[in-house]
């Protein structure tokens, strides 16, 4: 049984450039959430899909978007990149009845110069 | 507003020692807490998970937590450490068990020498 997967592994950009990142959900789950880790930080929620919509977000801006599959994949956008988006970007899956035993994938670390 | 501090953003044992890591949370609600591990270069494992039930939690790899309402704490133990212990430790905590989202601690970095 396959675990969270995210990918890429790792990812550089620059100022004001765009990226997205990708996640797998464990399998069985329906619900996929978003965390952003700065180094030597807690993770910070960014935003949770559920059924293809955005069931909640954290205080982050409109920069950073997010999509689900029907597949319950997820997608997270970041917009207009700036050095402060550079972390450990954590992709977190769960039921959606049991949201808070949530298993994350190793995550995606962007850079940005 | 939710919020959880890890008193230590550091702590150095012995192996063998005894480990505590230091959790207080703050919620006007009953809260859901949690504690994950997190090993370099790799994502968050859940230890253990504290949900109004038994105010003495058992997780994995021999850790377990308490629960102290009237102290507002939710540390973490082991009674002896091993060098394989050696990560970075977070707090959580939840308002809901289901549909709310994890407010994370700062992280308490677990060094254990031989």
């Known amino acids: 049984d396959a675990g969270v997967t995210q990918s890429p592994t790792h990812l550089i950009k620059t100022r004001g450039q765009q990226v997205t990142l990708r996640c797998s959900p464990k399998?069985?789950?329906?619900?996929v959430s978003w965390y952003q880790q700065a180094l030597g930080q807690g993770p910070q929620f960014i935003f949770q899909?559920?059924?293809?919509?955005?069931?909640q977000r954290g205080n982050f801006p409109d920069r950073f978007s997010g999509h689900q599959f029907p597949n319950y994949s997820s997608e997270l956008n970041v917009n207009a990149l700036l050095l402060g988006d550079s972390a450990l970007y954590l992709c977190?899956?769960?039921?959606?009845?049991?949201?808070?035993?949530?298993?994350f994938g190793p995550g995606t670390r962007l850079t940005v110069l | 507003a939710q919020s959880v501090t890890q008193l230590g953003s550091h702590v150095s044992v012995s192996e063998g020692a005894l480990v505590l890591l230091r959790c207080n949370y703050s919620?006007?609600?009953?809260?859901?807490l949690f504690w994950y591990v997190q090993y370099p270069n790799q994502g968050l494992q859940l230890l253990l998970k504290?949900?109004?039930?038994?105010?003495l939690v058992k997780g994995i790899n021999g850790f377990e937590a308490e629960f102290k309402k009237s102290e507002t704490s939710f540390h973490l133990t082991k009674p002896s450490a091993h060098m394989s212990d050696a990560a970075e430790y977070f707090c959580?905590?939840?308002?809901?068990?289901?549909?709310?989202?994890?407010?994370f601690g700062t992280g308490t970095r677990l060094q254990v020498f031989p």
């Open positions: 959580a905590v939840s308002e809901t068990y289901n549909t709310d989202k994890l407010i």
């Open positions: 399998s069985g789950h329906d619900t």
């Open positions: 504290y949900t109004s039930a038994a105010t």
């Open positions: 977190a899956s769960s039921l959606a009845d049991r949201v808070n035993e949530q298993f």
């Open positions: 899909y559920y059924e293809e919509e955005e069931r």
């Open positions: 919620s006007s609600v009953p809260p859901y």
